[in-house]
């Protein structure tokens, strides 16, 4: 998986460290026993954190060293601090199958869970991922779970499908809850509407989570049009205040946030090669990459979009194999694209699950000159750290 292997003596002149790359990369440290636990993390400076570890000790130092004990050391560099994360991931779940998960503290991105396997469904937000191929609908990643409950509060508030947690018995003498009082929720749990009923509400919202509010949007306009025409204004502009608040509701939907196994995205990465950038996609819970795309070719018949299309076709993601996988690199994506200064660009497919290379082929050009030197993150000398 790491590209460089070096072997490493105490007894190395002090000039031993020059041939490494002042550059960042992704690296692990070997001792002489194969069944000892490596040391790997990543670095912004492969060369100035190994020199850190493996120079000579200053005297009384607690510094960590591990001179004596290192006898390969491992490394491939990296162009971006996306691309450093997701191979630490990958070396991480190789080199610890069974810890690698507390190693990361990777933090699970908030989802709406739109519940479908239940008599009765609600949708409500969680972090965790249900069987892969379960009925269950879900919709993100959100920024926080704040807002992924805001969102959904509010969005809730737009239909009468049930909030509440409990498996339904339907009874006719069931009080019924605030909700059905305020006239907010069709009320399955007393029986005051039939299943048929229930079930078309729970299509609405689902209509409107596919759909990214749209389909309600849609609904409300047909009605404001309707009023117009029969010169109720009055219910007409109280109407078309309600579908300003929906649209409202919809701008803490980020353009990531999406039904997940809809989710298909083209991650765009600086490169170590000249006049190239690294494409990552993100599909069916998987995270593939990178894929080397050169800006500039010898064969001068091909457009630059139809490269692209030529590229995308090279890494098709084959799908997440388990929904811990799925969560993982759900959220090394979710942590990339809400992080305030961050280095590339991403392009979502469309409603129609359809990419545009137009927009990926415009993102190459920008990043490859690469004028940004943000640095990626390092990572502490007590293990790697890629909590969002």
Same mark, same amino acid.
């Given at each position: 998986?790491?590209?460089?292997?070096?072997?490493?003596?105490?007894?190395?002149?002090?000039?031993?460290?020059?041939?490494?790359?002042?550059?960042?990369?992704?690296?692990?440290?070997?001792?002489?026993?194969?069944?000892?636990?490596?040391?790997?993390?990543?670095?912004?400076?492969?060369?100035?954190?190994?020199?850190?570890?493996?120079?000579?000790?200053?005297?009384?130092?607690?510094?960590?060293?591990?001179?004596?004990?290192?006898?390969?050391?491992?490394?491939?560099?990296?162009?971006?601090?996306?691309?450093?994360?997701?191979?630490?991931?990958?070396?991480?779940?190789?080199?610890?199958?069974?810890?690698?998960?507390?190693?990361?503290?990777?933090?699970?991105?908030?989802?709406?869970?739109?519940?479908?396997?239940?008599?009765?469904?609600?949708?409500?937000?969680?972090?965790?991922?249900?069987?892969?191929?379960?009925?269950?609908?879900?919709?993100?990643?959100?920024?926080?779970? @704040?807002?992924?409950?805001?969102?959904?509060?509010?969005?809730?508030?737009?239909?009468?499908?049930?909030?509440?947690?409990?498996?339904?018995?339907?009874?006719?003498?069931?009080?019924?809850?605030?909700?059905?009082?305020?006239?907010?929720?069709?009320?399955?749990?007393?029986?005051?509407?039939?299943?048929?009923?229930?079930?078309?509400?729970?299509?609405?919202?689902?209509?409107?989570?596919?759909?990214?509010?749209?389909?309600?949007?849609?609904?409300?306009?047909?009605?404001?049009?309707?009023?117009?025409?029969?010169?109720?204004?009055?219910?007409?502009?109280?109407?078309?205040?309600?579908?300003?608040?929906?649209?409202?509701?919809?701008?803490?939907?980020?353009?990531?946030?999406?039904?997940?196994?809809?989710?298909?995205?083209?991650? @765009?990465?600086?490169?170590?090669?000249?006049?190239?950038?690294?494409?990552?996609?993100?599909?069916?819970?998987?995270?593939?990459?990178?894929?080397?795309?050169?800006?500039?070719?010898?064969?001068?018949?091909?457009?630059?979009?139809?490269?692209?299309?030529?590229?995308?076709?090279?890494? @098709?993601?084959?799908?997440?194999?388990?929904?811990?996988?799925?969560?993982?690199?759900?959220?090394?994506?979710?942590?990339?694209?809400?992080?305030?200064?961050?280095?590339?660009?991403?392009?979502?497919?469309?409603?129609?699950?359809?990419?545009?290379?137009?927009?990926?082929?415009?993102?190459?050009?920008?990043?490859?000159?690469?004028?940004?030197?943000?640095?990626?993150?390092?990572?502490?000398?007590?293990?790697?750290?890629?909590?969002?």
């Amino acid at each position: 998986m790491l590209t460089h292997s070096i072997s490493f003596s105490p007894q190395h002149a002090p000039d031993f460290f020059a041939q490494i790359p002042a550059s960042p990369a992704v690296f692990a440290l070997r001792g002489g026993d194969p069944a000892a636990e490596p040391y790997a993390s990543k670095t912004a400076n492969l060369r100035r954190r190994l020199q850190r570890l493996l120079a000579p000790p200053e005297s009384q130092s607690k510094r960590l060293n591990l001179r004596q004990r290192v006898v390969t050391i491992e490394y491939t560099r990296t162009a971006s601090d996306f691309e450093s994360v997701l191979l630490l991931y990958k070396l991480l779940r190789r080199q610890f199958p069974k810890t690698y998960q507390k190693r990361l503290r990777l933090r699970p991105a908030p989802l709406v869970r739109l519940n479908l396997e239940n008599e009765y469904p609600r949708a409500y937000v969680t972090t965790r991922l249900g069987r892969i191929s379960g009925r269950s609908l879900y919709y993100g990643p959100f920024p926080s779970r @704040v807002v992924a409950e805001k969102f959904l509060n509010d969005s809730l508030d737009q239909f009468k499908m049930r909030r509440c947690t409990f498996d339904l018995n339907p009874d006719p003498k069931f009080p019924g809850c605030v909700y059905s009082e305020m006239k907010m929720c069709l009320a399955p749990c007393f029986k005051g509407c039939t299943d048929e009923a229930y079930a078309a509400e729970v299509a609405r919202v689902q209509a409107y989570l596919d759909s990214g509010g749209e389909s309600l949007v849609r609904e409300m306009e047909a009605e404001r049009e309707r009023l117009s025409a029969t010169l109720d204004f009055e219910t007409a502009a109280q109407q078309h205040a309600k579908i300003a608040k929906v649209k409202g509701i919809l701008t803490m939907c980020d353009e990531i946030c999406r039904r997940l196994d809809h989710l298909d995205a083209v991650i @765009v990465q600086p490169s170590l090669d000249e006049k190239s950038v690294s494409l990552f996609r993100f599909r069916q819970g998987e995270l593939a990459g990178p894929q080397i795309f050169a800006l500039e070719t010898e064969d001068k018949d091909k457009s630059l979009e139809s490269r692209v299309r030529e590229t995308l076709e090279l890494f @098709v993601p084959a799908g997440a194999r388990s929904s811990a996988q799925f969560t993982e690199e759900l959220a090394i994506l979710k942590r990339w694209y809400y992080r305030s200064h961050k280095v590339g660009e991403i392009i979502v497919a469309n409603a129609e699950g359809e990419l545009s290379v137009r927009k990926i082929a415009n993102a190459a050009l920008r990043i490859s000159p690469r004028t940004t030197s943000a640095k990626p993150e390092t990572t502490n000398v007590s293990g790697p750290d890629l909590s969002a």
